[in-house]
C-alpha cells in the first residue's frame, strides 16, 4: 500500500517592514508652487530695496521702536523697511540687489525644472557683492548706504592692517580674479574681440563703400584703355577683392589726380559719417600705390566659419514636435472587442471532480499494475487538457512510466494522453490526459486578456491558454519566424487568424503590413477587405493576396529586395534594427530627403508552403531561406504553414532559421519530429490543441478560437474606415526570362542581333563572353541573344562548359540565312 504523505506548507516568515527613505525629490506641483514664491518674493524685495533709498531716513526712527504701530513710509511697509533696513544699511549696501537677481533666478530655475547647476551663480554672486560693498565704501565712505556696514567694517579692518593703498590693490585683485575665473578673460581673447571689432567696422566701411560708389582702386592695369572713371569695372570675387580699372595714362601726376578725384567722393558721400570717412581717408595712404610701379594688393577676406550650436532634429522637435507614423489615419479606430463572440457564455474552465478523481485512480491503478508506487499526485485543470503531475517513489525510472504511455491511455480508454517525464524544472513526471468535455478559448478572452492588453511588444500574439490557464502572449518580432504545421482540420487556419487577428487589435495601419500567400484562394479571403490599410503588394498586381504559385516568386524575390534596401537604410543610419531606425526616424534625426522613412513591420504569411514547395522548388526556397536568415533585423517576419511536415518540404536550410514553431495535431511520430524535433504532436487531440516551441521547452496550447463571421467583423469594421489610397506597395521585381523559349520572334530580336550573328560567324565561336567583349554588351544581354541566335539556328545548343557550335560557315551563308528568313 501506498504510504500517505502530507506534504506540509512551509510557512513564510513575516516581512519585517524596511525602513523607507523619505523622497525629498519635488513633484511639478510643488516646483511650480516653490518657483513663483520665490520670483514673487523677489519682485517683493526688489521694490523694497527701491523704497529704501527714498524711505530709510523716514522708517529708521519708526524701526527704532519709538512708535512701533506707526505706519512706514516704506512701499512694502514694516516688511520692506526691515529687510531693507537689514539688508541695505546694516549688510552690503547698493550690492544687496543682486541678491534679489540671484533669488528671482532661482525661483525661475526651480519654476522652469531646469538642470543647470544654481550653485556657481550663488557663489560668484556673493563674492560680487562682498566685493562691491567694500568697494563702495572705500572709494564713497560718506554715502554709508553704498556700501553697508559690512562694507564699513571691512574697509575699516583692513585699512589698519594693509592701508589704504592695500585694500586698492586687493580690490583689483578681487576683479581681475573674477575676471579671470567668471568670466574667463585672458589677454589674448581682450585682445581678439577687439580686433574683431576693428575688422568689422572696416568690413562694414568696404561693403558701404563697394555699393555705393566704384572708386577705391586697389589695382591698377596700365595696359588696359578704359574711357571713364565711370565705366569702371567692379569685379567682386569670392574674397571681396576690388578691382577697379581707372583710366589709365602714362603720367603719373594724372594717375594720382584721379585718386585725388575720387576722395572728395567718398568724403561728400551723404550717408557717411565723419568716422567713416577719416579711416576710409587712412585706408586710402596705405592701400594706393605712391610710386609708379604697378602694384597689385590682393586682401582675400578671411570669412569666420559660424558654428551651429542648435542640434537640428533638436529644433524640429521643438517646433513639429515627433514625427507620427500614424497621422495619415489619424482617427483611426482599432476594432472592439465586442467584434468578437464569447464563447464560454460568461463562465469559465469548470473542474469536474468526479471526472479528476476518475482518471487519478485509473492513473495510480495502471500504474501499480506495473508495481509503480506514487507518493504524491496534483492534477492542473486546463481549457481541454488536465494535466496530472506524479512524483514516483523513490527509485523508481522513469523511462519506465514513459514506456507506459499506450498501456496508460488504454486505461484510461481516452485518446492524446501525452507523457512529459520529467517535467523541465519541476522534478515531477506530467500526464497530460484530455478533459471529457474541452472548454473553447474564445478569441475574446485573449484579446481582452490583461497580458495581451499590457503587452509592450512589437508584434503581439495572443495564441491562446496554457494548461495552467494562463494566456500566452509571444512576440512574433522576436520569434523572429514561424513555422507551423498540422494535418489537414485541426486547426491551423483558425490559428493563422488568431495570429493575424492579434496584430489587427495592437497595431496601427502604419505599423505592419501584411504579406498574404493563400494557395486554397480561400482562407484568408476576407483580408482583402483591409488591403488599403494592412497589405502590401506589387506594384502592378491587382489582388493583394496572392493565390497564383507563379506570383510568389516574384513577391518573395521583391521582399528581398525591400530587405537590402531596408539594410542599407539602417546602414546609412548607423541603426543596427528597425527599432532603433524608427526611433531615429521619429525623433526627426534622418533626413527624408535622403530617401529616409519610417519602417512599417512587414509580415509575410504562407499558408499550404508544401504546395508552393512542389510547384517552385528552390526558385521559393531560396528567397525564402535568405529572408529567414537576413530579415529579422529590419522588421521582415515569416509565417509559414504546412499540412505536410515532410523533410523535403520543410529542409534543413528552412528548419535552421524557423526556431519558433506551432504543431497542431499531426498524423505520424515521424511527422512530429520533422516539425519539432521531437514527439508529441502526434498524441494532440486536434481542434486548437497545440504544441508551441521557441527553441526550448514544448508548451502546450489550446489555440484561441476565431470563426470566420468573427474575422469578418473585424475585417468590415476597419475596411469601413479612412484608408491609404493603395495597398503598400513593394519594389518592383523584374523577373528573369522564365526558360529560353527558342521560337523567339524575328520582331522580338535585339537590335544587335545582326551585328551580334556576323561576329559569331566570322569567329567561328558561340560564345556569350565574346559577344560581351566585341559589341560591349552585359552578361544578360548577351546571353539573350545568344539564345536568339540559337533559335534563329545560327548556333547550337547549349553544351556546358564548352563554346556553342556555330552552324553557318560564313557570312555569305548567313546573309543567304537571314533573307530566307524573311521571305519565309
Ligand atoms: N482553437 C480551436 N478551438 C476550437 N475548435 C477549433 C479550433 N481550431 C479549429 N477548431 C475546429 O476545427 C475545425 C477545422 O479548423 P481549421 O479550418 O483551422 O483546420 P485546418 O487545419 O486549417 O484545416 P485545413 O488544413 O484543411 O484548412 C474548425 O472549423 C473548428 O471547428
Known amino acids: 500500500m501506498a504510504k500517505k504523505k502530507t506534504v506540509k506548507k512551509t510557512k513564510k516568515t513575516p516581512r519585517v517592514p524596511k525602513f523607507k527613505k523619505p523622497d525629498f525629490t519635488l513633484t511639478r506641483q510643488h516646483r511650480l508652487i516653490l518657483g513663483s514664491l520665490l520670483m514673487l518674493f523677489a519682485i517683493a524685495l526688489f521694490i523694497a530695496f527701491v523704497s529704501f533709498f527714498f524711505t530709510w531716513k523716514v522708517d529708521q526712527s519708526e524701526l527704532g521702536g519709538v512708535s512701533p504701530s506707526a505706519e512706514t513710509a516704506n512701499w512694502m511697509q514694516k516688511f520692506g523697511a526691515n529687510i531693507s533696513h537689514f539688508f541695505i544699511y546694516?549688510?552690503?549696501?547698493?550690492?544687496?540687489?543682486?541678491?534679489?537677481?540671484?533669488?528671482?533666478?532661482?525661483?525661475?530655475?526651480?519654476?522652469?525644472?531646469?538642470?543647470?547647476?544654481?550653485?556657481?551663480?550663488?557663489?560668484?554672486?556673493?563674492?560680487?557683492?562682498i566685493w562691491c560693498s567694500i568697494f563702495f565704501s572705500f572709494f564713497f565712505s560718506d554715502v554709508s548706504l553704498l556700501g553697508g556696514t559690512v562694507g564699513y567694517e571691512v574697509n575699516y579692518y583692513l585699512e589698519s592692517y594693509i592701508g589704504k593703498i592695500g585694500i586698492g590693490l586687493l580690490l583689483l585683485f578681487g576683479a581681475i580674479t573674477y575676471a579671470v575665473l567668471r568670466l574667463r578673460l585672458t589677454p589674448e581673447s581682450v585682445m581678439e574681440y577687439f580686433n574683431r571689432k576693428a575688422k568689422d567696422i572696416k568690413d562694414d566701411f568696404e561693403t558701404v563703400d563697394t555699393t555705393a560708389e566704384p572708386t577705391l582702386k586697389e589695382e591698377t592695369t596700365a595696359s588696359e584703355t578704359v574711357p571713364s572713371p565711370e565705366n569702371a569695372t567692379i569685379e567682386e570675387a569670392t574674397g571681396k577683392k576690388t578691382t577697379v580699372a581707372t583710366k589709365t595714362?602714362?603720367?603719373?601726376?594724372?594717375?594720382?589726380?584721379?585718386?585725388?578725384?575720387?576722395?572728395?567722393?567718398?568724403?561728400?558721400?551723404?550717408?557717411?559719417?565723419?568716422?567713416?570717412?577719416?579711416?576710409?581717408?587712412?585706408?586710402?595712404?596705405?592701400?594706393?600705390?605712391?610710386?609708379?610701379?604697378?602694384?597689385?594688393?590682393?586682401v582675400e577676406k578671411v570669412i569666420e566659419e559660424k558654428t551651429v550650436t542648435e542640434n537640428l532634429s533638436d529644433k524640429l522637435v521643438k517646433e513639429h514636435g515627433e514625427f507620427d507614423p500614424k497621422l495619415e489615419l489619424g482617427n483611426f479606430r482599432f476594432p472592439t472587442i465586442e467584434l468578437l463572440k464569447d464563447y464560454t457564455n460568461g463562465s469559465s474552465i469548470t473542474i469536474n471532480q468526479e471526472e479528476l478523481e476518475e482518471n487519478k485512480n485509473q492513473i495510480v491503478t495502471t500504474l501499480r499494475n506495473y508495481k509503480i508506487e506514487i507518493a504524491s499526485i496534483k492534477a492542473t485543470v486546463g481549457p481541454t487538457v488536465t494535466l496530472y503531475e506524479i512524483i514516483p517513489e523513490a527509485g523508481v525510472r522513469i523511462s519506465k512510466i514513459k514506456n507506459l504511455e499506450d498501456d496508460i491511455a488504454?486505461?484510461?480508454?481516452?485518446?492524446?494522453?501525452?507523457?512529459?517525464?520529467?517535467?523541465?524544472?519541476?522534478?515531477?513526471?506530467?500526464?497530460?490526459?484530455?478533459?471529457?468535455?474541452?472548454?473553447?478559448?474564445?478569441?475574446?478572452?485573449?484579446?481582452?486578456?490583461?497580458?495581451?492588453?499590457?503587452?509592450?511588444?512589437?508584434?503581439?500574439?495572443?495564441?491562446?491558454?496554457?494548461?495552467?490557464?494562463?494566456?500566452?502572449?509571444?512576440?512574433?518580432?522576436?520569434?523572429?519566424?514561424?513555422?507551423?504545421?498540422?494535418?489537414?482540420?485541426?486547426?491551423?487556419?483558425?490559428?493563422?487568424?488568431?495570429?493575424l487577428t492579434s496584430i489587427l487589435y495592437k497595431k496601427h495601419p502604419a505599423e505592419v503590413k501584411f504579406v498574404l500567400v493563400d494557395p486554397k484562394k480561400v482562407e484568408l479571403t476576407l483580408f482583402n477587405k483591409i488591403e488599403r490599410h494592412y497589405l502590401a503588394k506589387l506594384p502592378d498586381s491587382e489582388e493583394a493576396i496572392i493565390t497564383d504559385n507563379s506570383k510568389v516568386i516574384n513577391t518573395l524575390n521583391s521582399l528581398c529586395i525591400e530587405m537590402d534596401q531596408r539594410?542599407?537604410?539602417?546602414?546609412?543610419?548607423?541603426?543596427?534594427?528597425?527599432?532603433?531606425?524608427?526611433?531615429?526616424?521619429?525623433?526627426?534625426?534622418?533626413?527624408?530627403?535622403?530617401?529616409h522613412k519610417f519602417l512599417p513591420y512587414i509580415v509575410l504569411v504562407v499558408d499550404?508552403?508544401?504546395?508552393?514547395?512542389?510547384?517552385?522548388?528552390?526558385?521559393?526556397?531560396?528567397?525564402?531561406?535568405?529572408?529567414?536568415?537576413?530579415?529579422?533585423?529590419?522588421?521582415?517576419?515569416?509565417?509559414?504553414?504546412?499540412?505536410?511536415?515532410?523533410?523535403?518540404?520543410?529542409?534543413?536550410?528552412?528548419?535552421?532559421?524557423?526556431?519558433?514553431?506551432?504543431?497542431?495535431?499531426?498524423?505520424?511520430?515521424?511527422?512530429?519530429?520533422?516539425?519539432?524535433?521531437?514527439?508529441?504532436?502526434?498524441?494532440?487531440?486536434?481542434?486548437?490543441?497545440?504544441?508551441?516551441?521557441?527553441?526550448?521547452?514544448?508548451i502546450r496550447i489550446q489555440c484561441a478560437f476565431v470563426d470566420t463571421p468573427e474575422v469578418e467583423k473585424i475585417t468590415d469594421f476597419i475596411g469601413a474606415q479612412k484608408a491609404y489610397p493603395d495597398a503598400h506597395i513593394l519594389p518592383e521585381y523584374q523577373g528573369e526570362e522564365?526558360?529560353?523559349?527558342?521560337?523567339?520572334?524575328?520582331?522580338?530580336?535585339?537590335?544587335?542581333?545582326?551585328?551580334?550573328?556576323?561576329?559569331?560567324?566570322?569567329?567561328?565561336?558561340?560564345?556569350?563572353?565574346?559577344?560581351?567583349?566585341?559589341?560591349?554588351?552585359?552578361?544578360?544581354?548577351?546571353?539573350?541573344?545568344?539564345?536568339?541566335?540559337?533559335?534563329?539556328?545560327?548556333?547550337?545548343?547549349?553544351?556546358?562548359?564548352?563554346?556553342?557550335?556555330?552552324?553557318?560557315?560564313?557570312?555569305?551563308?548567313?546573309?543567304?540565312?537571314?533573307?530566307?528568313?524573311?521571305?519565309?
Open 567 to 595: 539594410y542599407d537604410m539602417l546602414k546609412n543610419a548607423m541603426c543596427r534594427n528597425i527599432v532603433e531606425y524608427n526611433t531615429k526616424f521619429k525623433a526627426r534625426k534622418l533626413n527624408p530627403n535622403d530617401g
Open 738 to 824: 522564365s526558360g529560353t523559349s527558342l521560337d523567339v520572334d524575328i520582331a522580338d530580336r535585339d537590335k544587335l542581333f545582326r551585328q551580334a550573328a556576323e561576329v559569331i560567324v566570322i569567329a567561328q565561336q558561340g560564345s556569350a563572353s565574346l559577344l560581351q567583349r566585341k559589341l560591349k554588351l552585359g552578361y544578360n544581354r548577351a546571353g539573350r541573344i545568344i539564345d536568339q541566335l540559337e533559335a534563329a539556328g545560327i548556333v547550337g545548343q547549349f553544351e556546358g562548359s564548352k563554346a556553342r557550335q556555330v552552324l553557318v560557315p560564313d557570312i555569305l551563308a548567313l546573309e543567304q540565312l537571314l533573307e530566307n528568313e524573311k521571305n519565309g
Open 249 to 298: 595714362t602714362e603720367d603719373k601726376s594724372e594717375f594720382e589726380l584721379s585718386v585725388e578725384n575720387l576722395q572728395p567722393t567718398i568724403k561728400n558721400h551723404s550717408d557717411r559719417t565723419k568716422k567713416d570717412n577719416t579711416i576710409k581717408d587712412a585706408s586710402f595712404e596705405v592701400e594706393i600705390p605712391k610710386d609708379e610701379e604697378e602694384t597689385t594688393i590682393e
Open 90 to 129: 546694516k549688510g552690503f549696501g547698493v550690492a544687496s540687489f543682486i541678491f534679489t537677481g540671484l533669488l528671482f533666478y532661482t525661483g525661475l530655475h526651480i519654476f522652469l525644472d531646469s538642470k543647470k547647476k544654481l550653485f556657481n551663480h550663488w557663489f560668484w554672486g556673493s563674492v560680487v557683492v
Open 410 to 499: 488504454l486505461s484510461l480508454a481516452a485518446l492524446g494522453i501525452r507523457i512529459i517525464a520529467p517535467m523541465p524544472g519541476k522534478g515531477t513526471i506530467g500526464i497530460e490526459v484530455p478533459n471529457k468535455k474541452p472548454a473553447i478559448v474564445s478569441m475574446r478572452s485573449a484579446i481582452a486578456s490583461k497580458k495581451f492588453q499590457q503587452a509592450e511588444m512589437q508584434l503581439p500574439i495572443a495564441f491562446g491558454k496554457t494548461i495552467s490557464n494562463e494566456t500566452l502572449v509571444v512576440d512574433l518580432a522576436k520569434m523572429p519566424h514561424l513555422l507551423m504545421a498540422g494535418a489537414t482540420g485541426q486547426g491551423k487556419s483558425v490559428g493563422l487568424n488568431c495570429i
Open 608 to 698: 499550404e508552403f508544401a504546395d508552393l514547395i512542389m510547384t517552385a522548388g528552390k526558385e521559393v526556397e531560396t528567397p525564402i531561406a535568405r529572408l529567414a536568415q537576413l530579415a529579422r533585423a529590419i522588421g521582415i517576419h515569416l509565417i509559414i504553414a504546412t499540412q505536410r511536415p515532410s523533410v523535403n518540404v520543410i529542409t534543413g536550410m528552412i528548419k535552421a532559421n524557423f526556431p519558433a514553431r506551432v504543431a497542431f495535431r499531426v498524423m505520424s511520430k515521424i511527422d512530429s519530429r520533422t516539425i519539432l524535433d521531437n514527439a508529441g504532436a502526434d498524441q494532440l487531440i486536434g481542434r486548437g490543441d497545440m504544441l508551441y516551441t521557441q527553441g526550448n521547452d514544448l
